[in-house]
Nanobody, 122 residues
């Protein structure tokens, strides 16, 4: 069982930065692959980035490449999404998720956080 709690969301102007954190409970965090997803109003949940259990494999959706960076600290049971050069289209609720596979498919993730709102205004 893994419980996930996101933090770090907020409102920022175009071009600004935010750092999202996802704190995980449970001793098995280091065995899980982690992902970040987002969901804007009226849209489906969208894959943003994923990182393998050991941090060796990272995947990003094309729209955030060069702007967002996913990382993890297994000693602190934390996964981070550093978001730079934010755009209005990045506005969404951001979720972290955990599963045994590194995948972009949200349906294959076992555990989810409650989400944190990110709003980018021009």
């Amino acid at each position: 069982q893994v419980q996930l709690v996101e933090s770090g969301g907020g409102s920022v102007q175009v071009g600004g930065s935010l750092r999202l954190s996802c704190a995980a409970s449970g001793r098995t965090f280091s065995s899980y692959n982690m992902g970040w997803f987002r969901q804007a109003p009226g849209k489906e949940r969208e894959f943003v980035a994923a990182i393998s259990w050991n941090g060796n494999n990272i995947y990003n959706v094309d729209s955030v490449k060069g702007r967002f960076t996913i990382s993890r600290d297994n000693a602190k049971n934390t996964v981070i999404l550093q978001m730079n050069t934010l755009k209005p289209e990045d506005t969404a609720v951001y979720y972290c998720a955990a599963n045994r596979l590194t995948t972009r498919n949200p349906n294959l993730y076992d555990y989810w956080g409650q989400g944190t709102q990110v709003t980018v205004s021009s």
